[in-house]
Structures are given as C-alpha cells and as structure tokens.
C-alpha cells in the first residue's frame, strides 16, 4: 500500500552578516620582532656640496606599505623626530655619538612639496577603493659640510592611527 500523496513545505532562512569598520596594512616586512616599512636610501655620495646635491631618496620596499580599510574609514600617521631629534620638519642622520648630523626632509609627495612634521599626524579618508598607498620621500639640501666617511642613519618610529 503506497500512498500518491506528495508533500511539500516552504521555509524561510535568514542570512546575515556584519561588516565592522578595521583596516590592515599590507607589504610589510618583520625583522627581529618588528614590523618594518623599509628603507629610505639616500644613496652614495663623497660631498654634500657637489652638483649631486640635493639627494633625494623614496621608500624602499619590494611592495609599498598600503593601508588597506573600509571606504570612509579615516586614520592619521605621525612620524617621530627618529632617534637623534628633530624639529619642525627636519630630522638628522649621524654616524655616531659626536658625529656632525645631517638634517634631512620627510615629504608625503614624490614632488617633495608637502613635507611631514616632526610628530604632527596628517589625517586622511579612505577612497571607495578601500586602499591607501603609503608612500615616503625624503630629501638632503644642499651642504658646505664634508662629512666624514661612513653609514649615516636615522630610525624613525612611525605611528598609523585608526
């Protein structure tokens, strides 16, 4: 005894998801425990006086740090005076304690026309896109100062704030 009656429901399922506002940077490096932007190189010179001057450096890094967010999300990147002090918008390169320092310029634009303060954040929105490069350049004036030979560096702590 089979039964022809077919039997047939309907249900209904809700589907949800949450979108919350964060961010992630991407093409960063870890070194020794420390999430590194990269490098910026000044380069080779003998003088800071010569026909090669200014120097002139961008972010050195196989892929540029990029904010990556939700559209509209909006964040503020500050940058330090790096371990020898800076003011305004100079900061300085030694070769060691007592070494004479040379000052140099952090710009937001390849132009170097929009420089970065010593510890004032620059604010920013993110676009529809969802992503921001984060680039960096730096410039050396001009110098009568002939340095003596060696490695000048800087470590610059900077700080992204969402």
């Known amino acids: 005894m089979f039964s022809g009656c077919a039997w047939s429901a309907q249900y209904e399922l ?7 506002r964060g961010c992630q940077l991407v093409g960063i490096t870890r070194e020794a425990g420390v999430d590194s932007l990269g490098i910026l190189d000044f380069g080779h010179t003998s003088r800071l006086d010569g026909p090669s001057a200014p120097l002139s450096a961008a972010l050195i890094n196989p892929r540029l740090p990029r904010l990556e967010c939700n559209p509209d999300t909006t964040y503020q990147l500050q940058i330090d005076g790096g371990q ?7 900061r300085y390169l030694t ?3 007592g070494s ?3 000052p140099y310029r952090l710009f937001r634009d390849p132009a170097r026309q929009i420089p970065l303060l ?4 620059v604010s920013g929105t993110v676009s529809d896109s969802g992503s921001v490069d984060l680039p960096l350049y730096g410039r050396i004036e001009p110098l009568q100062l002939i340095p003596p030979v060696g490695l000048y560096a800087d470590l610059l702590k900077v700080t992204l704030t969402l």
């Open 118 to 121: 010593v510890n004032v954040p």
């Open 14 to 20: 809700e589907t949800r998801l949450v979108v919350e």
């Open 100 to 102: 004479p320092a040379i």
């Open 84 to 90: 020898h002090g800076g003011n305004a918008d100079v």
């Open 95 to 97: 070769l060691g304690p």
